[in-house]
T-cell receptor
Framework: AQTVTQSQPEMSVQEAETVTLSCTYD???????LFWYKQPPSRQMILVIRQEAYKQQNATENRFSVNFQKAAKSFSLKISDSQLGDTAMYFC??????????????FGTGTRLTIIP | KAGVTQTPRYLIKTRGQQVTLSCSPI?????VSWYQQTPGQGLQFLFE???????NKGNFPGRFSGRQFSNSRSEMNVSTLELGDSALYLCASSLQGREETQYFGPGTRLLVL
């Protein structure tokens, strides 16, 4: 079974600074999909970024980028120029390819990020 | 496009009762997945439906069931509620459910007394 580990339960950073959230995972598959979701106090789960394992290029989405290290099974999220609205719980998630017959997301335990004004 | 909607948003039940939660996916999405979120267990997969068929199921007791209608709307039912069923229930939809990004609804917060 796949596992996703987020070793930082809580982090805080000053507004406008850069912060990196860590995520490691365990899988025997060579192809898979990785996601970062944020869950603000409203509890709505919002997609931040997605990475396909077969793509070597790291995904980016405006101020959000990932550092995907396939061999190390590491998938960290970097938030640049952090804003107050980035305050949220961040979840790293893993999905196997569809031909394995399991479309579910496996989530890590989350990192609570607080942006300090 | 409207996002995923879930009703009701909040629910209070007592032990032994049953509850039905509803989820309407994004227009055109045919796959609906359900997740339970609790402080102790985190986010856990319940089941996934596609074209009115349950395609995947997580490790939950038979008290948890679901269904999907021809318009892709989905319901989940929990019978004989237990205190431990208190949780945020999240629904997510995707186009076909295969290797695709899942988009989440706002959740239904269930409190069992």
């Amino acid at each position: 079974a796949q596992t996703v580990t987020q070793s930082q339960p809580e982090m805080s950073v000053q507004e406008a600074e850069t912060v990196t959230l860590s995520c490691t995972y365990d899988t025997s598959e060579s192809n898979y999909y990785l996601f970062w979701y944020k869950q603000p106090p409203s509890r709505q789960m919002i997609l931040v970024i997605r990475q396909e394992a077969y793509k070597q290029q790291n995904a980016t989405e405006n101020r959000f980028s990932v550092n995907f290290q396939k061999a190390a099974k590491s998938f960290s999220l970097k938030i640049s120029d952090s804003q107050l609205g980035d305050t949220a719980m961040y979840f790293c998630a893993f999905m196997k390819p569809w031909n394995f017959g399991n479309e579910k997301l496996t989530f890590g335990t989350g990192t609570r990020l607080t942006i300090i004004p | 496009k409207a996002g995923v909607t879930q009703t009701p948003r909040y629910l209070i039940k007592t032990r032994g009762q049953q509850v039905t939660l509803s989820c309407s996916p994004i227009s055109g999405h045919r796959s609906v997945s359900w997740y339970q979120q609790t402080p102790g267990q985190g986010l856990q997969f319940l089941f996934e439906y596609f074209s009115e068929t349950q395609r995947n199921k997580g490790n939950f007791p038979g008290r948890f069931s679901g269904r999907q209608f021809s318009n892709s709307r989905s319901e989940m039912n929990v019978s004989t509620l237990e205190l431990g069923d208190s949780a945020l229930y999240l629904c997510a939809s995707s186009l076909q459910g295969r290797e695709e990004t899942q988009y989440f609804g706002p959740g239904t917060r269930l409190l069992v007394l």
